[in-house]
């Protein structure tokens, strides 16, 4: 359902072969430091482009479910060569230690979280909806039956399954953000194929508690909670691992709010986001 055809794929990866050798542009020598101008310049073109189908997916609460076909096709060849260039890079090239899970063979099977809301300033605010493997679900409720007969709280699930194309879409959309260093970026946003949000067999959750606190801006914050504390003594026995303590090996910042599922391959290493 959220996947595509083996023709539809064979044909999207000729078109953009032919596109990378007849418009090789500047995307071809990416500076990983820091992005030149002319690249800069064609990244904000791509984001331009890019915005109001990202929108329109997001407000329908579907974009987390974005294909690659849905990424490329308000774009021109070059700046779908430009894609490509950042679809080639590891981050291995990047003095980063994160695994390459690649894309999933077959398009995984998910269920919405369901509906969800935190409250600010006495106000609830909904949460954008999310999805999960069904296991990964059945896993968290129970952890979260848990923690409320413990703290009287839940956690709330603010980012579960990305496709691969949406995790490059996030890539480029926080490029800026990190002065247009890719190698920046990629300690705060994992690049595509390497994300576990992206990989169903190491599932990952970004918590967020009920008054709105991930931990995002500050993630001490999000250490403080006694949601996270718990987790720290409880999670394992529900299939769940902190994917980036303090002080990880992965040149990878410090995410409190960041937990894989491990049960279904008995895998607890933390390799990547």
């Given at each position: 359902m959220f996947g595509r055809s083996t023709s539809t794929r064979r044909q999207l990866a000729i078109a953009a072969a032919a596109a990378w050798l007849l418009c090789p542009g500047p995307a071809s020598a990416l500076d990983v430091a820091r992005l030149s101008p002319d690249d800069t310049e064609t990244l904000h073109a791509i984001l331009q482009a890019l915005e109001p189908s990202i929108t329109a997916k997001q407000r329908a609460g579907t974009a987390a479910l974005l294909t690659w076909e849905e990424l490329y096709e308000p774009l021109p060849p070059a700046q779908r060569a430009f894609l490509d260039a950042f679809r080639a890079l590891k981050a291995a090239s990047l003095g980063a230690t994160a695994h390459f899970f690649g894309e999933p063979a077959a398009p995984p099977e998910l269920v919405p979280v369901g509906p969800q809301e935190v409250v600010k300033d006495g106000a609830a605010a909904p949460l954008d909806p999310q999805y999960l493997p069904r296991p990964v679900l059945s896993a968290y409720r129970r952890m979260m039956d848990a923690m409320e007969v413990d703290l009287g709280t839940r956690l709330r699930v603010e980012s579960?399954?990305?496709s691969t194309a949406y995790q490059l879409y996030?890539?480029?959309?926080y490029l800026p953000k990190h002065g247009g260093s890719i190698t920046e970026t990629n300690r705060f946003?994992?690049?595509?194929?390497?994300?576990?949000h992206g990989y169903?067999?190491?599932?990952?959750?970004?918590?967020?508690n009920e008054a709105g606190i991930n931990?995002?801006?500050?993630?001490?914050?999000?250490?403080?909670?006694?949601?996270?504390?718990?987790?720290?003594?409880?999670?394992?026995?529900?299939?769940?691992?902190?994917s980036y303590p303090r002080d990880n090996p992965h040149h990878t910042a410090f995410e409190p709010w960041h937990w894989h599922y491990t049960r279904e391959t008995g895998n607890r290493s933390r390799d990547s986001r």
């Open positions: 579960g399954y990305r996030l890539f480029l959309f946003v994992a690049l595509p194929g390497h994300s576990e169903p067999p190491r599932q990952a959750i970004d918590f967020i931990g995002e801006d500050h993630p001490e914050e999000f250490e403080a909670l006694p949601e996270y504390r718990w987790l720290e003594q409880h999670a394992a026995r529900f299939g769940f691992a902190l």
